[in-house]
């Protein structure tokens, strides 16, 4: 009895019709409410002080961390460390940028800053706290935030010191070399 060899032809037929048929993209459709809706950009509100309680925010700048506690209502005395700032940072240049941003908001006799600054130099950690007290001040009054921001106040500056690589002297620096 002879049987049938199965042909190229028939081969395809089965392949064809045990392989599931592919679906294209399908295009999900949002219901009709849900692109009506428009989305509203929430603005944060000011934070609502209970007397007595302060503003927590953090500062960075290189290796340095400062931890700002903001108390509305003050006198504008500015504590680092336990000490006054005066004292904490003896180079003027590096007290009137912790107060910069205090200034330019008009804050500068309203408010107490409280700081634990720790890590990094001393120039590091002016910048922390700049950097600390800006963020606090946009969290008592949104309205800041411009201003501040085209000072450049708000951006955490990012640049630190580059790792010391393997076969290298420091991070770029090549051992000496010869020619000959």
Not at 51 to 79: D, E, M, Q, W
Not at 95 to 114: F, M, N
Not at 150 to 158: F, I, N, P, Q
Request: overall charge positive; cysteine-free; charged content about 30%.
């Amino acid at each position: 009895m002879p049987t049938k060899k199965p042909t190229i032809e028939a081969a395809e037929k089965k392949t064809k019709a045990a392989a599931p048929k592919k679906k294209g993209p399908t295009k999900k459709s949002l219901p009709k409410d849900a692109a009506k809706k428009s989305t509203a950009v929430a603005v944060k509100a000011p934070v609502k002080l209970v007397p007595g309680s302060y503003i927590p925010t953090v500062g960075r700048r290189k290796t340095s961390i400062a931890r700002v506690r903001l108390v509305k209502n003050g006198t504008g005395s500015i504590t680092v460390n336990d000490k006054p700032y005066e004292k904490y940072f003896t180079v003027y240049e590096l007290r009137e940028q912790v107060r910069q941003p205090l200034v330019v908001v008009g804050q500068d006799a309203t408010v107490d800053v409280s700081v634990k600054v720790h890590g990094g130099g001393i120039r590091g950690q002016s910048e922390a706290v700049r950097h600390g007290i800006a963020r606090a001040l946009i969290d008592l009054n949104p309205t800041f935030r411009k201003t501040l921001k085209k000072l450049g106040y708000l951006s955490r500056d990012s640049r630190a010191k580059e790792r010391k690589k393997f076969g290298l002297k420091g991070a770029r620096r090549a051992p000496q070399w010869s020619k000959r």
